[in-house]
């Protein structure tokens, strides 16, 4: 069983940037991602890093924002910049299963991130 927890969100100003840094309890061997969900919407996936550094993200993030991992520190991170009040959700670090990245095998338990002026 793997725990994840996440740290770094917070209240923004738009155009302002926070970075979002998620603490695994053991190794990762698969990919890793962030997802988000604001208040009234279905969860959506945000970004997704592969064990070999491959990175994907959401459209309306490309840009602006970037995903990395430490593979050394168990430790995977949200780099936000250009921040939206759009980008206002609860943000979910998550393990993505192995033979499946569509499905998640561990979640963390969210951090908030508020874009408002």
């Known amino acids: 069983q793997v725990q994840l927890v996440e740290s770094g969100g917070g209240l923004v100003h738009p155009g302002g940037s926070l970075r979002l840094s998620c603490a695994a309890s053991g190794s990762i061997f698969s990919n890793m991602a962030w997802y988000r969900q604001a208040p009234g919407k279905e969860r959506e996936l945000v970004a997704t890093i592969t064990t070999g550094g491959t990175l994907s993200y959401l459209d309306s993030v490309k840009g602006r924002f970037t995903i990395s991992r430490d593979n050394a520190k168990n430790a995977v991170y949200l780099q936000m910049n250009s921040l939206k009040p759009e980008d206002t959700a609860v943000y979910y670090c998550?393990?993505?299963?192995?033979?499946?990245?569509?499905?998640?095998?561990?979640w963390g338990k969210g951090t908030l991130v508020t874009v408002s002026s």
């Open positions: 998550a393990v993505q299963n192995y033979w499946n990245p569509r499905a998640v095998d561990y």
